[in-house]
């Protein structure tokens, strides 16, 4: 292809530096890239020698090589049509690569290895094995070298006339080797420059203090040093430790060895223990010289172990002896009783259960100790799978081994024939199984399969929990499970056609618990069903309170109803309460008030707290200086339940609310954490309240990944895991991980992942945060305070666990800390300024600013500036751009949350005129399909009615800070729906 621009801003060069190969270029839709161009043409090498090699001129180095390739031919849409293998720098990358097995039909998939280059040119070979790949693209680029670290801790202490030793060890990229130095040091003194292992034997002119600097490097230049003070004392001052204690002779097969060996030495001196002789998997605690192990039954017989001490000076005493390790009494070995399955066919699934007899309530751990290229064995249930492909037609050599938890085995060897495939073809699953269930609630996994047209097949539950099902002629999985069914569930379907050949799927099923629903109470009122369709109840749960009615209109609600009946206690004792039995757990409680009597339309006139499970949650709240009068106002808050009944009480200050309605949800608790969508999450897996050991093994289960991105487990033993957003969107993510190893056996947990969205303020002054308007340095508040409405809902949206990023390329209100300042508020712009720009796209208007910084969520506050000017309010326009942005490369969906804008001082009628228009044009881009934009994704927020006038205004057209404040709790109210949040 030609030379191209990637998403990310990456330049890639046209066609170059493959040797031979046939030029193509494929129709799309290509699945699963974002950069869809890179694989529409591609470089195709028939077969015929020599073989395709591409090779690109770079410095010797360690370099990051990834290929690029689709199947794209209908022609090989099934496993085994084109395998092929790569060398990189004359070493195989890739063994027998099978495009569509990995990835299926027209989507990409990525194989990345990492290479050391010496001559100053990569060298890329495709070798046919059925047939060579289309090549789409390749990128090379150099891998990063982390430095290397010393870990162990000198020796800073040595004797006249005794050997000083000091082993000198380092922590680096796998792989690294390094060169040691001894940068200062005293005469004679040495250091092996392979070993790092210092050594020297001072003499009586070397006692006292003497500096020592030893340094490590890699291959790639990076360095670290260490620096101590060695303090040489003459020989008599120091005694050497003397080990007192008797090694423990004897260990068992599947049990716990240890013993603690046990020293003399001069008052304060501190000792350093070493293993110099052990067999595989003995370990010695470094300070307290704890030995210990855990014997397998290849370890009967005799075995060798030295022990060795040192104190600070450097003096050494060592123990030797010999262990022996027996069987363990009364634990038989499990022996194989099944017989293996010796065919197979290519590019069909081969099957192999293995059966074993052992003592009663044994364990097995199933090992593949030979086999072929892809086969694998379930380490738990002993099933052998493989497809074979071209590259495996022939014999086959196959060893299996189980392991009972006493550590004794049995072994089974096969040798497996693999005939090219004839005539039928395999059935192939091509669903992705449903990984999810609730108690109570029926689960439903419909398989599908492709196979050769005309075939049948039968489906069966090779593994399953108790009571689910699978309609044998359908394919359908169904089952209702249980309270008790709470947790992971191996399961595994299997298609058989009408030729005898198979096709399994096996995933881990996590069964959740039946939620808690959600309590709606209509205080004071009758049952009522609101806009959303939800059930409210009629009042109940509450001590005490008079019943009253309201008239209406209210504002800022769709669900009036809910607000027209009321309960208000007059704050005699009992203070009212309302309680309502729930689970145990965690809970967002909403309450809903208005200010509805004439008397109390002034701040300061209904003052009251709430407190919620005997929590303080809302202190001194004024419904009227939050609202206004007959407006709707919510507010929401969590808690934890932990006795069965949440407890709401309204304790009254001056006076006692106008309860309306109250709603309290469950939330789901588990382990989450953000990021943002171009940027890796690295953490620890939890697992009981805390981080794993050595003893536990962490895995991602099939199927058990994300949706939005992919997490990879980097330390199977700590459970140190890496999440990689894949850049298609932002919201909540959540991805499986399973934890063997717990004393009550495997458990499936969920961590949650939220992307962050991306949030532009847009708009005049009024989203910089003006009070006073002007020309600079006459504005108030000064540039580096300037925040109106934007600091007020960061500092409220963080503060309720929101995870967002704010983009723009200004910055007002950098002299806040913490806050997030970017924005695109330009002081004294109209509508057409901001869409278009001053001097045009691309240098500026709003889809210049959105190629700068894209945005997922728009805040849009526009048209105030046209409005003085007698003119220009094409708002319109805006969203014009922004949906050209949207379908621009580079672009993605946006949500515009758009305000109807605040009123001026004194009250312009020209303000509500154009607010009205301005919802009537959203209103026709949202829902009539005759409108090109529709179905656009606007959210109308009226910013009018948020402020009192004038109170509310600092000047003529911008609020004060309080006035900003209303305006944040507007923006706020379709943020908390839009927004994702950790459960």
């Not at 010796?342 to 007899?357: C, F, I, K, M, P």
């Not at 970017?822 to 109209?830: K, L, N, Q, S, V």
């Not at 607010?915 to 009018?944: E, F, G, T, W």
Request: aromatic content about 8%; overall charge negative.
């Amino acid at each position: 292809g030609g030379a191209y621009t990637d998403v990310a801003g990456n330049l890639w060069s046209a066609d170059s530096g493959c040797n031979t190969g046939i030029l193509n270029t494929i129709p799309g839709p290509i699945q699963g890239t974002l950069d869809e161009t890179l694989f529409l043409t591609t470089r195709w090498d028939e077969g015929a020698a020599p073989e395709m090699t591409c090779s690109y001129a770079v410095s010797p180095g360690l370099y990051q090589v990834t290929l690029y390739f689709t199947e794209s031919n209908s022609r090989n849409f099934r496993v085994g049509a084109r395998v092929f293998d790569v060398d990189i720098e004359g070493v195989r990358a890739f063994d027998n690569l099978d495009i569509y097995r990995e990835a299926g039909s027209n989507t990409a998939l990525l194989k990345t290895t990492t290479v050391s280059v010496t001559d100053g040119q990569i060298d890329i070979r495709f070798l046919h094995q059925v047939k060579n790949p289309l090549v789409k693209a390749i990128a090379i680029v150099p891998a990063g070298n982390n430095p290397p670290v010393i870990s162990t801790s000198p020796v800073t202490g040595a004797t006249v006339g005794s050997l000083y030793r000091y082993d000198v060890n380092v922590s680096d990229d796998a792989g690294d080797t390094q060169q040691y130095f001894l940068d200062v040091a005293p005469v004679g003194m040495s250091i092996d420059p392979g070993t790092g292992v210092i050594s020297w034997t001072p003499g009586a002119a070397d006692a006292g203090s003497h500096p020592v600097t030893v340094r490590v490097r890699d291959q790639g230049g990076l360095e670290d040093t260490q620096s101590w003070s060695l303090d040489v004392t003459t020989a008599g001052s120091n005694n050497p430790p003397v080990i007192t204690s008797a090694p423990v002779l004897t260990a068992t097969a599947g049990q716990s060895y240890r013993y603690d060996v046990k020293v003399t030495d001069d008052a304060g001196d501190t000792q350093q223990y070493f293993l110099d002789v052990a067999p595989v998997g003995m370990s010695i605690d470094p300070d307290t010289g704890t030995v210990s192990w855990v014997p397998g039954s290849s370890d009967l017989g005799q075995q060798s172990v030295t022990v060795r001490v040192r104190d600070q000076g450097g003096l050494e005493d060592t123990q030797s002896w010999t262990l022996t390790v027996s069987a363990a009494v009364g634990n038989n070995p499990p022996v194989i009783t099944s017989t293996p399955v010796l065919t197979a066919t290519e590019g069909q699934s081969y099957r192999y259960d293995v059966n074993v007899t052992d003592d009663v309530g044994d364990t097995q751990q199933y090992f593949l100790d030979t086999a072929p290229t892809g086969m694998g064995i379930d380490p738990n249930s002993g099933i052998v799978s493989w497809v074979p492909g071209a590259a495996g037609v022939g014999q086959q050599s196959v060893t299996v081994r189980v392991r009972d938890q006493g550590g004794l085995e049995d072994t089974q060897s096969w040798t497996l024939t693999v005939s090219a495939a004839v005539g039928n073809n395999p059935p192939v699953i091509t669903t992705t199984p449903v990984i999810a269930a609730k108690a109570g609630t029926l689960y439903r996994y419909d398989v599908n399969v492709t196979d050769d047209a005309g075939d049948t097949w039968q489906y069966f539950l090779d593994t399953a929990p108790t009571g689910m099902s699978i309609d044998p002629g359908t394919g359908v999985v169904s089952w209702t499970p249980g309270a008790g069914d709470v947790g992971g569930h191996p399961v595994t379907v299997r298609v058989q056609d009408q030729g005898g050949l198979e096709d399994s799927q096996s995933w881990t099923l996590t069964v959740g618990s039946a939620d808690q629903q959600p309590v709606r109470v209509n205080i004071g009122g009758a049952a009522y069903t609101d806009s959303a369709g939800n059930l409210w109840a009629a009042d109940y749960g509450c001590n005490t309170g008079i019943l009253n009615t309201i008239p209406g209109p209210i504002q800022g609600t769709p669900d009036e109803t809910l607000f027209l009946t009321t309960r208000w206690d007059e704050g005699a004792a009992p203070e009212m309460t309302c309680s309502y039995p729930v689970s145990p757990g965690l809970y967002e409680v909403t309450l809903y008030f208005t200010e509805s009597n004439s008397k109390n339309f002034r701040v300061g006139a209904r003052v009251f707290d709430v407190s919620i499970e005997g929590l303080l949650e809302f202190d001194n709240l004024d419904i009227y200086k939050e609202a206004g009068s007959n407006t709707a106002l919510l507010k929401t808050t969590r808690v934890n339940v932990t006795d069965g009944q949440i407890d709401i009480r309204f304790l009254h200050q001056v006076k006692n609310p106008l309860v309306k309605a109250i709603q309290i949800r469950e939330v789901p608790v588990g382990a989450c954490a953000a990021t943002p969508r171009t940027q890796a999450l690295n953490g620890v897996l939890p697992v009981s309240g805390g981080t794993g050991s050595g003893s536990l093994l962490f895995s991602i289960p099939p199927g058990g990944n994300g949706t939005l991105g992919t997490a990879t487990i980097v330390d199977a033993s700590t459970g140190q895991f890496r999440y990689q957003p894949d850049g298609s969107g932002w919201g909540s993510d959540s991805f499986q991980y399973q934890v063997e190893g717990l004393p009550g056996g495997t458990v499936i947990n969920i961590y949650t992942v939220i992307i962050e969205p991306r949030m532009m303020p847009l708009g005049d002054s009024i989203t910089t945060g003006v009070e006073v308007g002007g020309n600079e340095p006459d504005i108030i508040p000064t540039a580096d305070l300037r925040v109106g409405w934007r600091l007020p809902l960061y500092n409220d949206l963080v503060a309720e666990g929101y995870a967002f990023d704010f983009v723009g390329g200004q910055n007002h209100g950098w002299g806040y800390s913490p806050f997030d300042s970017d924005h695109e508020g330009h002081g004294g712009w109209t509508a057409t300024d901001i869409a278009w720009g001053k001097t045009g796209y691309p240098t500026d208007g709003v889809r210049a600013w959105l190629d700068a910084n894209p945005a997922d969520i728009i805040l849009l506050h526009a048209g105030t500036n046209g409005l003085v000017a007698g003119g220009d309010i094409e708002v319109e326009a805006i969203l014009d751009e922004i949906d050209l942005w949207e379908a621009s490369p580079g672009g993605n969906p946006v949500t515009v949350i758009l305000a109807q804008i605040i009123d001026q001082n004194p009250l312009n009628p020209v303000v509500s005129e154009f607010n009205a228009n301005l919802l009537a044009m959203a209103n026709d881009r949202i829902s009539n399909p005759a409108n090109s934009a529709y179905p656009d994704q606007i959210v109308v927020i009226d910013q009018q009615s948020a402020l009192l006038y004038p109170g509310d205004l600092q000047d003529k057209l911008h609020p004060k800070p309080a006035g900003y404040v209303k305006m944040k709790d507007r923006w706020k109210e379709p943020l908390n729906l839009l927004l994702p949040l950790c459960p």
